[in-house]
């Protein structure tokens, strides 16, 4: 499979502050980035969809405005959590897609916001 | 949009027991489910999936089985092993715009 990470893996700040979240593809073109965030005991939340140079596609209740979400590349795509604040906390995962149906996650970064 | 339901949320079976989980999705066009194992603090792994022309698919102790008329899907586990203890999620995928859909996932405890 395609190794798929996420920098950073973990990130502590205070509230208030903004969190920059890399996902990047070492091996593999990802025609699509998808972004999940997953609260604790609960399961994985789509967020945002997006394809490299076009605006990202957001669910319903997700803040396009909060969550802003970069694919600059075909192996890179960031997702920026503006003025976090303690309830954003959560594990955030990306997942790549290829043109053949393929998809591999992110190992996740886990956000604290104090 | 997609909604996928999973039953039931925990699970407890006995070292050896089977172990089925259930889940039901909404969206006629969704057309392939995979399901995923999840430890703590790691990200899914993929275990098994399914494509809507087929019915049953089954790798050593797992096999899965889709009733797309009903829009059933389940997961069966043979032979547990403590090894199996951990979450599982189904989901579904839509091909039209590829997203995957997650069920709200079923804690697994294998009992010793």
């Known amino acids: 499979g395609a190794v798929v990470s996420q920098h950073p893996s973990w990130v502590i700040c205070k509230s208030g502050t903004s969190v920059k979240i890399e996902c990047r593809s070492l091996d593999f073109q990802a025609t699509t980035m998808f972004w999940y965030r997953q609260f604790p005991k609960q399961s994985l939340m789509l967020m945002a969809t997006s394809n490299e140079g076009s605006k990202a596609t957001y669910e319903q209740g997700v803040e396009k405005d909060k969550f802003l979400i970069n694919h600059a590349s075909l192996t890179l795509s960031t997702l920026t959590v503006t003025s976090a604040h303690p309830e954003d906390s959560s594990f955030y995962i990306c997942r790549l897609a290829g043109v053949d149906n393929e998809q591999f996650f992110g190992p996740g970064t886990r956000l604290t916001v104090l | 949009g997609e909604n996928v339901e999973q039953h039931p949320s925990t699970l407890s079976v006995q070292e050896g027991d089977s172990a089925v989980i259930k889940c039901t999705y909404s969206d006629s066009a969704s057309n392939y489910f995979p399901w995923y194992k999840q430890e703590l603090g790691k990200r899914p792994q993929l275990i098994i999936d399914i494509r809507s022309n087929v019915g049953e698919k089954k790798d050593q102790r797992i096999a899965v089985t889709l009733n797309k008329t009903a829009k059933h899907f389940s997961l069966h586990i043979t032979e547990t092993q403590p090894e199996d203890s951990a979450v599982y999620f189904c989901?579904?995928?839509?091909?039209?715009?590829?997203?995957?859909?997650f069920g709200k996932g079923t804690r697994l405890h294998i009992l010793p």
């Open positions: 989901a579904a995928r839509i091909n039209r715009d590829d997203k995957i859909i």
